[in-house]
Structure formats: C-alpha cells, structure tokens
C-alpha cells in the first residue's frame, strides 16, 4: 500500500518486494489496483522477489534514494536481516522510513537492533491517528491497538547509515569539452576552462588553515565550492567532497549534521577553516524520542 502511494500520488519509481513464494499474490493486488489508472501511473509499480539477507535478490535492484517498510518489524529474529537488507539497498545521500504500530516493546527492539547494525536513529516519533482515520478490517484490531483516547498509536522512524556512504563513479573521461559539458549537467554549474595539464602550475605546499583539510583548494574548486554554497548545496558537499567525508566520518555518529540545513552550516565552517557552530550539529535527544521531526 505505501509503495504504490507513492508511485501514484507522489509519482515516484517504486519496487514493490515481497518473498519468492508470495509474489504471485502480490503481483495479482498490484495489477488490480492499477487496472484502472493510467498507464503512466501504472509503469512507477514493479514487483520484484526480495527475501531480507539474499544478496541474489538484492543486487538486481540495485539502489534507491527512499527504502520504506510498513509493519515490517514485528518480529525480532528477522530484524538484523531486515536493517541489512535496506541499508544495501540505499543509495548515497538516502533514507530509510519504517512505520509500526505501537506494539509492547516493539519501537524499542528496533532501536536497539538498528545500533548494533550499520544505521542511526535519525528521528523517532509517535503519531496520533484517530479512529475515524485509520481504516480496520475487523473490531478485535480496532480494539487492541485503540488507546483509552480513542487513538491510534503509529510510531515512525526514519534512519541513515552510520558512515555516509559515497558515489562509487568510475567515468570514462572523454575531452576536456565533454568533462566540462558532463559537469555542467550533473549540477547546473558551468566550470572555468580547464586548463591543458602542461599549463597547469605545481601546487603550493601551504597547508589550509582548517586542521583537517588535508588536500590543497585550487582556485577553480574554491569558485565551485563557493557557487554550491550560495546555492545551498551544503548537504551535497558533505555527500561529494572528499575532505569533507573524511572530517565528518571522523566525529561520532550522533554528534555528525543530519538536516540539509545542519549540513549547510557544517560545510560554510569547513571551508571558511572555522569551527562548525551550534546551529551545525543536532539537538540533544529527550528520553525515547529525536528531538528532530521526521522530515516529509
């Protein structure tokens, strides 16, 4: 239901998984519910086999910017293979987003599962729905999961890999016009003319003044590091910029910038050689809960 949500109404690519033997019934749902829409709608929906931990059923999906799962965690032996699985399948820069009613201890099994595994807790929340919102097939669900308030408890979580992980991009590098023109399409910035490499001047050995930044700026980076700056790509460059990983990679995982906005004022620090201000870092978390919404 969520995967075609979001092929539908938010017009995203999406694979729907399910388990080998299920997929015949999964297959059959789909078609029915898109039977009706256009077939543009239609062509966003692939299903595909996926049993959590089969790297055979893995590696032909390749990777994608959103890994979503509702009322996936409900049980406990299954979760390592799970929290592997859709970190294997999240692209650089992605995000996982799980939903999961609000079962006995349920919310805080996953946590301590996704610590021992290679993702953090980006937030945490629990959503209110009320009754008359939540659709239920039976009364004995409605019963058990309703509170005292005649509310539904529905806790979201949204999680991110511990160590960012980066673009594994081995361009076959043509002219120095198709470099420039490439350039030019993957971020809207046309660069400097490059220089033939027997015109180019040896690098000073003068350190930056940023303890970290181990490699020297050229002119022609520190005009497209300023220009992403003012366009407010600093989250990008958290994600691209070699020096840039390597300082964060280096700080704990719950102290690292989590917010494009966090990540835009990291990185103005980063390359202005200043420390990385408050405003920089995450907020402390409260007991149970991230102190950041889960992001739309």
Not at 22 to 27: C, I, M, N
Not at 37 to 50: D, F, N, Q
Not at 256 to 261: M, V
Request: net charge negative; hydrophobic share 40%.
């Amino acid at each position: 239901a969520v995967g075609l949500f979001l092929a539908v109404h938010k017009g995203l690519r999406v694979a729907l998984t399910e388990a080998p033997e299920s997929l015949p019934l999964l297959a059959r749902s789909v078609a029915e519910c898109v039977s009706e829409l256009p077939a543009r709608h239609a062509a966003r929906a692939e299903v595909s086999p996926l049993r959590w931990g089969d790297v055979t059923h893995m590696a032909p999906l390749g990777t994608f910017d959103l890994v979503v799962g509702s009322d996936v965690t409900y049980r406990p032996d299954c979760l390592d293979s799970l929290l592997s699985t859709a970190e294997t399948l999240l692209a650089p820069g992605g995000r996982i987003l799980f939903a999961l009613q609000d079962r006995p201890g349920e919310a805080d099994q996953l946590e301590a599962s996704v610590e021992k595994n290679k993702l953090c807790v980006l937030s945490r929340e629990v959503v209110d729905i009320h009754e008359s919102e939540a659709e239920f097939h039976d009364g004995a669900t409605r019963d058990i999961w309703k509170g005292e308030d005649g509310l539904v408890k529905i806790w979201l979580f949204e999680l991110m890999p511990k160590e960012p992980k980066m673009l594994d991009v081995q361009p076959s590098l043509g002219s120095l016009e198709d470099v420039e023109a490439e350039f030019e399409r993957l971020t809207g910035i046309r660069p400097e003319r490059l220089r033939p490499l027997g015109e180019m001047k040896q690098a000073s050995s003068t350190p930056l003044p940023h303890q970290a930044a181990s490699k020297l700026k050229s002119p022609k980076k520190d005009n497209i590091i300023k220009d992403m700056l003012d366009r407010g790509l600093g989250d990008f460059l958290c994600d691209m910029d070699e020096d840039l990983g390597q300082r964060l990679r280096a700080q704990r995982p719950e102290a690292r910038p989590r917010t494009a906005r966090q990540k835009q004022a990291y990185a103005e620090a980063f390359y202005a050689g200043r420390e990385p201000p408050p405003e920089a870092r995450p907020a402390p978390r409260g007991p149970g809960l991230a102190a950041a919404g889960l992001s739309p």
